[in-house]
């Protein structure tokens, strides 16, 4: 299974952008979606995060308040809507999924092997 991410692009310090994550014709119940993001040096990041079985939910302590994920069950589609960007938001932006059958928390960054990788989609936030 491929996820198909995308929304990426270049946007002031201030702004907003939305990621999507799509995955047309999988069925995943059982599964949940998130972000990771890496910027360049740094190491690779666990943004966020969605229960596809219960609709819980996971951030990072860098991004909560401004970062708000979300899903469409009949697209396949999970969103990142990320508002009040900062320069330090800039990274290559990866959705990924991981089989997971209860309520998320950032034990799936931490713990779980991701199942499923999408293409990065780089997110660049000027000053």
Do not use: H
């Not at 002031?12 to 360049?40: E, H, K, M, N, V």
């Not at 800039?90 to 799936?108: F, H, P």
């Amino acid at each position: 299974v491929q996820l198909q991410a995308s929304g990426g692009g270049l946007v002031q310090a201030g702004g907003s952008l939305r990621l999507s994550c799509a995955a047309p014709g999988f069925t995943w119940d059982y599964y949940a979606i998130g972000w990771f993001r890496q910027a360049p040096g740094k190491e690779r990041e666990g943004v966020s995060c969605i229960s596809m079985r219960d609709g819980s939910t996971y951030y990072a302590d860098s991004v909560k308040g401004r970062f708000t994920i979300s899903s469409d069950n009949a697209k396949n589609t999970v969103y990142l809507q990320m508002n009040s960007l900062k320069p330090e938001d800039t990274a290559v932006y990866y959705c990924a999924a991981w089989w997971v059958t209860g309520a998320v928390s950032r034990l799936v960054f931490d713990f779980l092997p991701v199942e499923y990788w999408g293409q990065g989609t780089l997110v660049t936030v000027s000053s």
